[in-house]
């Protein structure tokens, strides 16, 4: 009694037998047990989310939800003017309505579900969804960068080279942009993604956000990422940091191009120029400091993926709302002939 007795006989061989006692049996099952689990593959993962406690949860949901209306309201009703309004077909406005549009997309990636999980007790989500907000998180994300980049040529032709402004800024070259913006957030997207898809979980599964991403996802994995977090660096880091100087620049030159011109031609060019800056500052600022800052902080990098999947989409309508007297008047003009058919 209390032995474990194993034959490892071959076929037709002696018989060979080893003997266990009972404690050095239950030692060896419980350590294959445990290799076992410790093997086993994540299928979902626990998003730690914004906060534990209720009180504040409930705020939380208040105050997202109602953001979360406002990015829906405000970037639809760019699309919807600038489609419905012949005045606004010029290329700047068309520019605009597929930024708003991008906007709209890249927070409901992430923002409807962080909204819905205030209220579940455990915020999990599949390895599957995880990699499908991944994949759209830099596809809307690198379109929205090439759009900005598209929309500081626009202002650079207009006031750099503004005789020829609608030879080079013809209706073609607008489609080609944009066709552009959207293919390279595809294959943004795709190498992201690769970079991801075959990785093996088989450890921690809490991903400290209200999102996936993958600077957090990749951390998780059950292998040596460094090189991994070097290809993020140098594909959403250096990419995000050029596109920002780049930007910077071209902004400079226009500056100095406005301060040479007739001050009846500034003010516009001003107001115009400083609602694009603030838009480049918003979308950049956290994208650097996520993809691109070499010491990051838990909760500087939450506060900063909130300004960057929810705060950029709801302000960049208003600024350039409030910016540009066109838009406010057809705005209203769509609103008035909204209300006037109740």
Known sequence: MGELRVDFSYNNSEPFFIVFSKANAETLIGNESTRETNHSVVTEFVLIGLSDSQELQIFLFAFFFIFFVGIVFGNLLIVI???????????????????SFIDLSLSSVTAPKM????????????????????????????????????????????????????????????????VAAWGVGFLHSVSQ???AVNLPFCGPNKVDSFYCDLPR????????????????LANSGILTVCSFVLLIISYTIILMTIQRRPSDRSPKALSTLTAHITVVLLFFGP????????????????????????????????????????????????????????
């Open 81 to 99: 003017t600038v489609t419905s309004d012949s005045h606004l077909h010029s290329p700047m406005y068309f520019l605009l309505a597929n930024l």
């Open 115 to 178: 909204i819905a999980d205030f209220f579940s007790k455990r915020k999990v989500i599949s390895l599957k969804g995880c990699l499908a907000q991944i994949f759209l998180l830099h596809f809307f994300g690198g379109s929205e960068l090439v759009t900005l980049i598209a929309m500081g040529f626009d202002r650079y032709v207009a006031i750099c080279k503004n005789l020829r402004y609608t030879t080079i800024m013809c209706s073609n070259v607008c489609i080609g942009i944009v």
């Open 193 to 195: 993604l690769a970079f």
């Open 217 to 232: 996802v990749i951390k998780l994995a059950c292998a040596d990422t460094y090189r991994l977090d070097i290809m993020v």
């Open 287 to 342: 994208c650097i400091f996520i993809y691109a800052w070499p010491f990051p902080t838990k909760s500087l990098d939450k506060f900063l993926a909130v300004v960057y999947s929810v705060v950029t989409p709801l302000l960049n309508p208003i600024i350039y709302t409030l910016r540009n007297t066109e838009m406010k008047i057809a705005m209203r003009q769509i609103c008035t002939n909204f209300i006037s058919c109740f």
